[in-house]
């Protein structure tokens, strides 16, 4: 069973800086990082291939970036020029064999104007 555990999550002022990371346990493919602010639905945030091929949500690009540390079976999402639009909680994603997904169990972020 894949586990995902997220840290680095908190309090920022608005223009502010956070790094985010994920650890995995087992075998996974793409990783990624979604948020959910109150109120809204879970969306993509970025993603990351084993072989470092990138996507990210355009609200974020050029601010944020996910990078991967394979052999730690680590992703990392650096996030910088935060607003408070940014506020949610944001979800480490997982694909493992058969596609088949896994969450971790969410971080709170909150960018204060």
């Known amino acids: 069973q894949v586990q995902l555990v997220e840290s680095g999550g908190g309090w920022v002022q608005a223009g502010g800086s956070l790094r985010l990371s994920c650890v995995a346990s087992g075998n996974v493919f793409t990783m990624g990082w979604y948020r959910q602010a109150p109120g809204g639905q879970r969306e993509l945030v970025a993603t990351i291939t084993i072989g470092g091929n990138t996507v990210y949500e355009d609200s974020v690009k050029g601010r944020f970036t996910i990078s991967r540390d394979v052999a730690k079976n680590t992703i990392y999402l650096q996030m910088s020029s935060l607003s408070p639009d940014d506020s949610a909680i944001y979800y480490c994603?997982?694909?493992?064999?058969?596609?088949?997904?896994?969450w971790g169990q969410g971080i709170q972020v909150t960018v204060s104007a």
């Open positions: 994603n997982a694909r493992a064999i058969f596609g088949v997904e896994h």
